[in-house]
């Protein structure tokens, strides 16, 4: 039973193709479990046939509505910047948004991707080398897994992304963060993946609406690991590729649920059970 003392939290999502997301009902699953009135709702940009400019309104709809927050995915995590009050440390260090926190008339930005990729990969690929990472992607979602690669130990990462210019300011950043030789901007695929040990997909490349591989299949090889950060669907044509070779292979379920667990601790002010969200993330996915 909630008591006047219990916050009522009303969250969203803005995203192009989300209808199949999960996060609402990770939230409000969460919120239920304790005692919150918690409503979390989804704000398709597809569905509502607009693009990335619509951002400025709705924001300024969802304040007006006085909603609590707001969660930020593809295409937006970048865009979404300059409409912000205030950076987190990690989103200014990033330069990519996937949470809003609307507080005393301002727009607080956050990333939780960084944080759940990170706990993703090591609970998922604890021990695997770590000298030569290819990955896939230089998008919003890019530069916290990016970020999270280096802070978990790879030596060096090449970064392949079809907008080369994107490809160099990650690049660019990550070197000022991590050492001028820790990244760069791949140019040559096939030779990097024959000498990679692990390969991470951060394009929408796989997803239900975007099906698919990222790469051809045959650069992949049986000594590698792969993760994927996409959990619709969580067994892309990826990683069925990979497994088949026996590749030790990481979907995106657990950087859903770790980055959803610190979302919902910044939109409630309350800490979030990791293993019930994790557990009801499961039950939706079997």
């Not at 193709?17 to 996060?23: D, K, L, N, P």
Request: aromatic residues 6%; proline residues 6%.
């Amino acid at each position: 039973m909630t008591s006047s003392k219990t916050p009522s939290i009303l969250a969203g999502l803005i995203g192009a193709g989300i209808q199949a997301s999960r996060t609402p009902a990770l939230h409000e699953h969460e919120g239920d479990a304790q005692g919150m009135r918690y409503l979390y709702r989804l704000i398709d940009i597809d569905a509502l046939k607009l693009d990335s400019s619509a951002l400025p309104d709705l924001l300024q709809a969802a304040q007006r509505m006085s909603f609590t927050g707001l969660n930020i995915t593809f295409p937006c995590k970048q865009a979404v910047i300059p409409l912000l009050d205030e950076l987190s440390s990690e989103a200014l260090g990033i330069g990519a948004v996937n949470t809003v926190v609307f507080k005393d008339g301002k727009r607080i930005g956050h990333n939780t991707d960084c944080l759940g990729f990170a706990e993703g990969f090591r609970r998922g690929l604890p021990d695997v080398p770590r000298q030569r990472v290819v990955q896939l992607g230089a998008g919003g979602a890019g530069a916290a897994v990016a970020h999270a690669l280096l802070t978990e130990g790879v030596e060096q990462l090449s970064i392949f992304e079809v907008d080369p210019a994107r490809a160099q300011s990650l690049v660019d950043n990550l070197n000022a963060h991590f050492g001028a030789t820790r990244a760069q901007v791949g140019r040559d695929l096939p030779g990097a993946m024959a000498s990679a040990d692990g390969l991470v997909n951060t394009t929408p490349v796989g997803m239900t609406k975007l099906p698919g591989t990222p790469l051809p299949p045959e650069l992949l090889h049986a000594g590698l690991w792969v993760a994927e950060i996409i959990y619709f669907p969580l067994e892309t044509e990826l990683l069925r590729h990979a497994r088949a070779l026996g590749c030790q292979t990481l979907d995106g379920g657990t950087m859903a649920v770790f980055q959803a667990v610190k979302a919902f601790e910044l939109f409630s002010g309350q800490p979030a059970d990791a293993e019930r969200m994790q557990a009801h993330f499961q039950r939706m996915n079997d």
